[in-house]
């Protein structure tokens, strides 16, 4: 087994400001989108500014930091607000639910559309190869956070981790990290490196996490408090992954259909 190295969440010290290893995961991810979002308005293709990347991304953190908080506080988390609210302010801590982020961008997605004279997709499909850089960041932030415990193995493999209770465990973790943020990166990279129907790649991405959130979720110890939620082995992440693969089916179906090349102006 590997023991679970002993990491301090707190990247830095000045003073009485600590600027914490999960937070700076999230500045990872809005760089990295930065980065990649600047790269793509090079296509000719694609009629996006340099600017509009910028105020994309701002729009887009409002709404991840805010839905990813408030979507844990409701989904996971509901009894411990009622308990201390002010709690819901405290990211450094972790606790931020994809789901609930992803409704708070669709949000901020939306807004930004209407804006800037942009259909909802249009700015989605722009947006969602970036999106994994962000995830696969986060998660790892989840790793040094010491959250997300893997469940025990029934086979102990090389890389079983020790957490602190000497059970080899499955690095849950690490292998949303792999698949959420490194593979469906390569997905999205690969399927969006060319003109696609105008939704084709938010369906794409929305059936890829949702099914690599499925799958992992059977390696990850389900939150204490929750438990499964149905069937004795259906998790809330996995109940709330079923509607996104089914999305993502549905629109992609629908996108074909209608045919047409991407239109990202």
């Known amino acids: 087994m590997i023991a679970y190295p002993n990491i301090d969440p707190v990247a830095l010290s000045l003073g009485s400001l600590k600027i914490h290893w999960y937070g700076l995961m999230y500045l990872v991810g809005f760089i ?32 991840v930091i805010l839905g990813a908080r408030l979507g844990y506080t409701l989904f996971y988390s509901f009894s411990s607000f009622i308990d201390n609210p002010i709690s819901i302010f405290y ?9 609930g982020g992803m409704l708070g961008v669709f949000i901020a997605l939306y807004v930004f559309g209407r804006k800037n004279g942009k259909t909802f997709f249009q700015v989605s499909d722009f947006i969602a190869p970036w999106v994994p850089i962000g995830l696969g960041a986060g998660r790892l932030g989840n790793f040094i956070n010491v959250e997300l415990w893997g469940r025990p193995m ?14 080899a465990r499955h690095p849950s973790s690490l292998y949303q990290a792999l698949t959420e943020g490194l593979l469906l990166f390569l997905i999205l990279w690969w399927y969006s490196s060319k003109p696609r129907p105008l939704m084709a790649i938010s369906a794409v991405f929305m059936f890829f996490y949702g099914g690599f959130r499925f799958i992992t979720e059977f390696f990850r110890t389900p939150d204490s408090h929750l438990g499964f939620i149905a069937f004795d082995w259906l998790t809330m992440g996995q109940m709330l992954s079923l509607p996104m693969i089914i999305f993502g089916v549905v629109v992609f179906y629908i996108s074909h259909k209608k045919g047409g090349k991407d239109k990202l102006e």
């Open 154 to 167: 029934e086979t102990i493999m090389p890389w079983a981790f020790d957490y602190g209770d000497h059970i």
């Open 32 to 63: 990295g989108a930065w980065f990649y979002g600047v790269q793509r308005t090079k296509r000719a293709d694609i009629n996006w500014t340099r600017k509009q990347v910028e105020d994309v991304i701002f729009y887009g953190a409002l709404g």
């Open 91 to 99: 990211i450094w801590q972790g606790g931020m639910s994809f789901h």
